[in-house]
């Protein structure tokens, strides 16, 4: 028992930078007090004392703004940062060194008896307010999105995000990136766009708008120069001039845009009005 209290409180300090000493931790942070509590709990709910744990449950949900239902199975290194608003079904399994942050549920779709609250296997992170509803798996080392709304089965090592919730990246794309992830950085570093071309820390839903852009212009400039080959077997003359690539355009970070220059002999506006100004007698009493 005191060894499962000291891996509880052991993992705070890990997860939180905040934390400085384990008196703090264990007098000062409700996600902890809620957890001890949801131990007994479930303690007495195995063992038949039902109406007990729920009451006592009631009182810790009172105390800490955490409601967790003494029928859930919680593993090891369980830590809920900020803690208030989260809810925990009757039916929910956790995995060992799983992180809940405020305003998460794990919630049932169904009023049947039996299995209705979602698995979270070991290593999942959940972001603050999301939502994870029905009998549903998030696989190990999976991240779930502040707010996302999951109804589905989460790979493992995925990131879900949205409402509702779906895959922006895998943690296996980090490792080995696509054939389309290497063009659309190439046609980015080549349009002048590599602080966007790379997407992979923005993947929704700025980033899938990037990449449709990118393979767009992809597409556009391999279909002009088909269009140029095909030019040149009909015996039509077309330019061999180099495009130039859009480094900025010439300018420095910084640097205010030049105006373009004027041909020579050519008057500007205001250089035309002012003659016509002057001579209109109109510029006021003297």
Same mark, same amino acid.
């Given at each position: #028992?005191?060894?499962?209290?000291?891996?509880?409180?052991?993992?705070?300090?890990?997860?939180?930078?905040?934390?400085?000493?384990?008196? @703090?931790?264990?007098?000062?942070?409700?996600? *902890?007090?809620?957890?001890?509590?949801?131990? #007994?709990?479930?303690?007495?709910?195995?063992?038949?004392?039902?109406?007990?744990?729920?009451?006592?449950?009631?009182?810790?949900?009172?105390?800490?703004?955490?409601?967790?239902?003494?029928?859930?199975?919680?593993?090891?290194?369980?830590?809920? !940062?900020?803690? #208030?608003?989260?809810?925990?079904?009757?039916?929910?399994?956790?995995?060992?060194? *799983?992180?809940?942050?405020?305003? *998460?549920?794990?919630?049932?779709?169904?009023? @049947?008896?039996?299995?209705?609250?979602?698995?979270?296997?070991?290593?999942?992170?959940?972001?603050?307010?999301?939502?994870?509803?029905?009998?549903?798996?998030?696989?190990?080392?999976?991240? *779930?999105? =502040?707010?996302?709304?999951?109804?589905?089965?989460?790979?493992?090592?995925?990131? #879900?995000?949205?409402?509702?919730?779906?895959?922006?990246?895998?943690?296996?794309?980090?490792?080995?990136p696509s054939e389309d992830d290497r063009r659309r950085a190439e046609t980015a570093r080549r349009i002048g766009f590599e602080a966007y071309g790379a997407t992979r820390d923005m993947p929704d839903p700025v980033a899938n708008a990037i990449n449709a852009i990118l393979d767009h212009v992809h597409q556009t400039d391999s279909r002009l120069q088909e269009m140029c080959t095909a030019?040149?077997?009909?015996?039509?003359?077309? =330019?061999?001039?180099?495009?130039? @690539?859009?480094?900025?355009?010439?300018?420095?970070?910084?640097?205010?845009?030049?105006?373009?220059?004027?041909?020579?002999?050519?008057?500007?506006? =205001?250089?035309?009005?002012?003659?016509?100004?002057?001579?209109?007698?109109? !510029?006021?009493?003297?």
């Amino acid at each position: #028992m005191f060894d499962r209290l000291k891996e509880d409180i052991r993992c705070v300090f890990d997860r939180d930078p905040a934390a400085r000493n384990h008196f @703090e931790v264990l007098t000062s942070y409700p996600g *902890v007090h809620a957890l001890l509590m949801h131990r #007994m709990n479930h303690w007495l709910w195995q063992r038949g004392l039902r109406w007990l744990a729920r009451f006592l449950s009631l009182l810790a949900r009172w105390f800490t703004g955490i409601e967790i239902h003494p029928g859930a199975r919680i593993g090891r290194r369980f830590f809920i !940062d900020h803690g #208030m608003g989260v809810v925990i079904g009757e039916t929910t399994d956790i995995g060992d060194d *799983v992180t809940l942050y405020q305003g *998460v549920t794990l919630g049932g779709t169904s009023w @049947e008896k039996g299995k209705r609250h979602p698995t979270l296997e070991n290593d999942v992170v959940v972001g603050a307010g999301a939502k994870i509803l029905g009998p549903l798996t998030v696989g190990t080392g999976a991240r *779930v999105g =502040s707010n996302a709304v999951v109804v589905k089965d989460v790979p493992a090592g995925a990131t #879900m995000v949205g409402i509702p919730a779906r895959v922006a990246r895998r943690r296996s794309d980090e490792a080995a990136p696509s054939e389309d992830d290497r063009r659309r950085a190439e046609t980015a570093r080549r349009i002048g766009f590599e602080a966007y071309g790379a997407t992979r820390d923005m993947p929704d839903p700025v980033a899938n708008a990037i990449n449709a852009i990118l393979d767009h212009v992809h597409q556009t400039d391999s279909r002009l120069q088909e269009m140029c080959t095909a030019l040149r077997k009909l015996g039509a003359e077309v =330019s061999d001039t180099r495009i130039p @690539e859009l480094d900025n355009c010439g300018i420095d970070a910084g640097e205010e845009p030049k105006p373009p220059a004027r041909p020579e002999g050519a008057q500007d506006a =205001s250089d035309a009005e002012a003659p016509a100004a002057r001579g209109s007698g109109t !510029d006021g009493p003297r």
